[in-house]
């Protein structure tokens, strides 16, 4: 099984900071990595599939990068609403793994 | 617009069974993949199953193997999850999603608002 390691497991920040979320891959996954966003009591919604591509409607201060086996999320510029829990995850073989989350705090 | 609405969650005593479904709307639901998806309270994400487009092909998180089915009524517009001999680590909410609706990266693009389980004596 690919092992999906995500850090931190929590951060905290300010409304308008730049943060930046990692995460491994045990394996190659060419590029088969998304992330969402989870707001408390709400289902997980896309931001970020194929490592770098925004899904539609997404704002554009969220961005991906890859290298290798490692991924980030940058958000440029923290809103009120970006302060939730983030999951990386790898679609390139099952099982799906995800990363064990990361809460972005005030 | 696509929209997914699950149903089927409740209180189920550890070796009971339990059908979730999953009515989708807004896609053409007979050829694209969808999965089910959990989280325990508290916790994180698990993938728990998968189906592909036209029902061709079925996979599960080894945690589930040989007690969870997925299937789908494409007459219904309904995926299903036929949960068996359920445990307490079964508890979670589930969510069902549509995966590769709109990229073949096959990512979750479109969640349900998620129904709970739980499994308790």
């Known amino acids: 099984d690919i092992q999906m390691t995500q850090s931190p497991s929590s951060l905290s920040a300010s409304a308008g900071d730049r943060v930046t979320i990692t995460c491994r891959a045990s394996?190659?996954?060419?590029?088969?990595l998304n992330w969402y966003r989870q707001k408390p009591g709400k289902a997980p919604e896309l931001l970020i599939y194929?490592?770098?591509t925004l899904q539609s409607g997404v704002p554009s201060r969220f961005s991906g990068s890859a290298s290798g086996t490692d991924f980030a999320l940058t958000i440029s510029s923290l809103q009120p609403e970006d302060f939730a829990t983030y999951y990386c995850?790898?679609?390139?073989?099952?099982?799906?793994?995800f990363g064990q989350g990361t809460k972005v705090e005030i | 617009e696509v929209q997914l609405l699950e149903s089927g969650g409740g209180l189920v005593q550890p070796g009971g069974s339990l059908r979730l479904a999953c009515e989708v709307s807004?896609?053409?639901?007979?050829?694209?993949?969808m999965s089910w998806v959990r989280q325990a309270p508290g916790k994180g994400l698990e993938w728990v199953s998968f189906?592909?487009?036209?029902?061709?092909?079925?996979y599960y998180a080894d945690s589930v193997k040989g007690r969870f089915t997925i299937f789908r009524d494409i007459s219904k517009n309904t995926l299903y999850l036929q949960m068996n001999s359920l445990r307490a680590e079964d508890t979670a909410i589930y969510y069902c999603?549509?995966?590769?609706?709109?990229?073949?990266?096959?990512?979750?693009?479109?969640w349900g608002q998620g129904t709970v389980v739980t499994v308790s004596a």
């Open positions: 999603a549509t995966t590769g609706y709109t990229t073949t990266w096959y990512p979750f693009d479109y």
């Open positions: 807004g896609f053409t639901f007979s050829t694209d993949a």
């Open positions: 189906i592909g487009g036209r029902g061709d092909g079925t």
């Open positions: 394996h190659n996954i060419n590029n088969y």
């Open positions: 194929a490592s770098s």
């Open positions: 995850h790898q679609s390139f073989d099952t099982p799906y793994t």
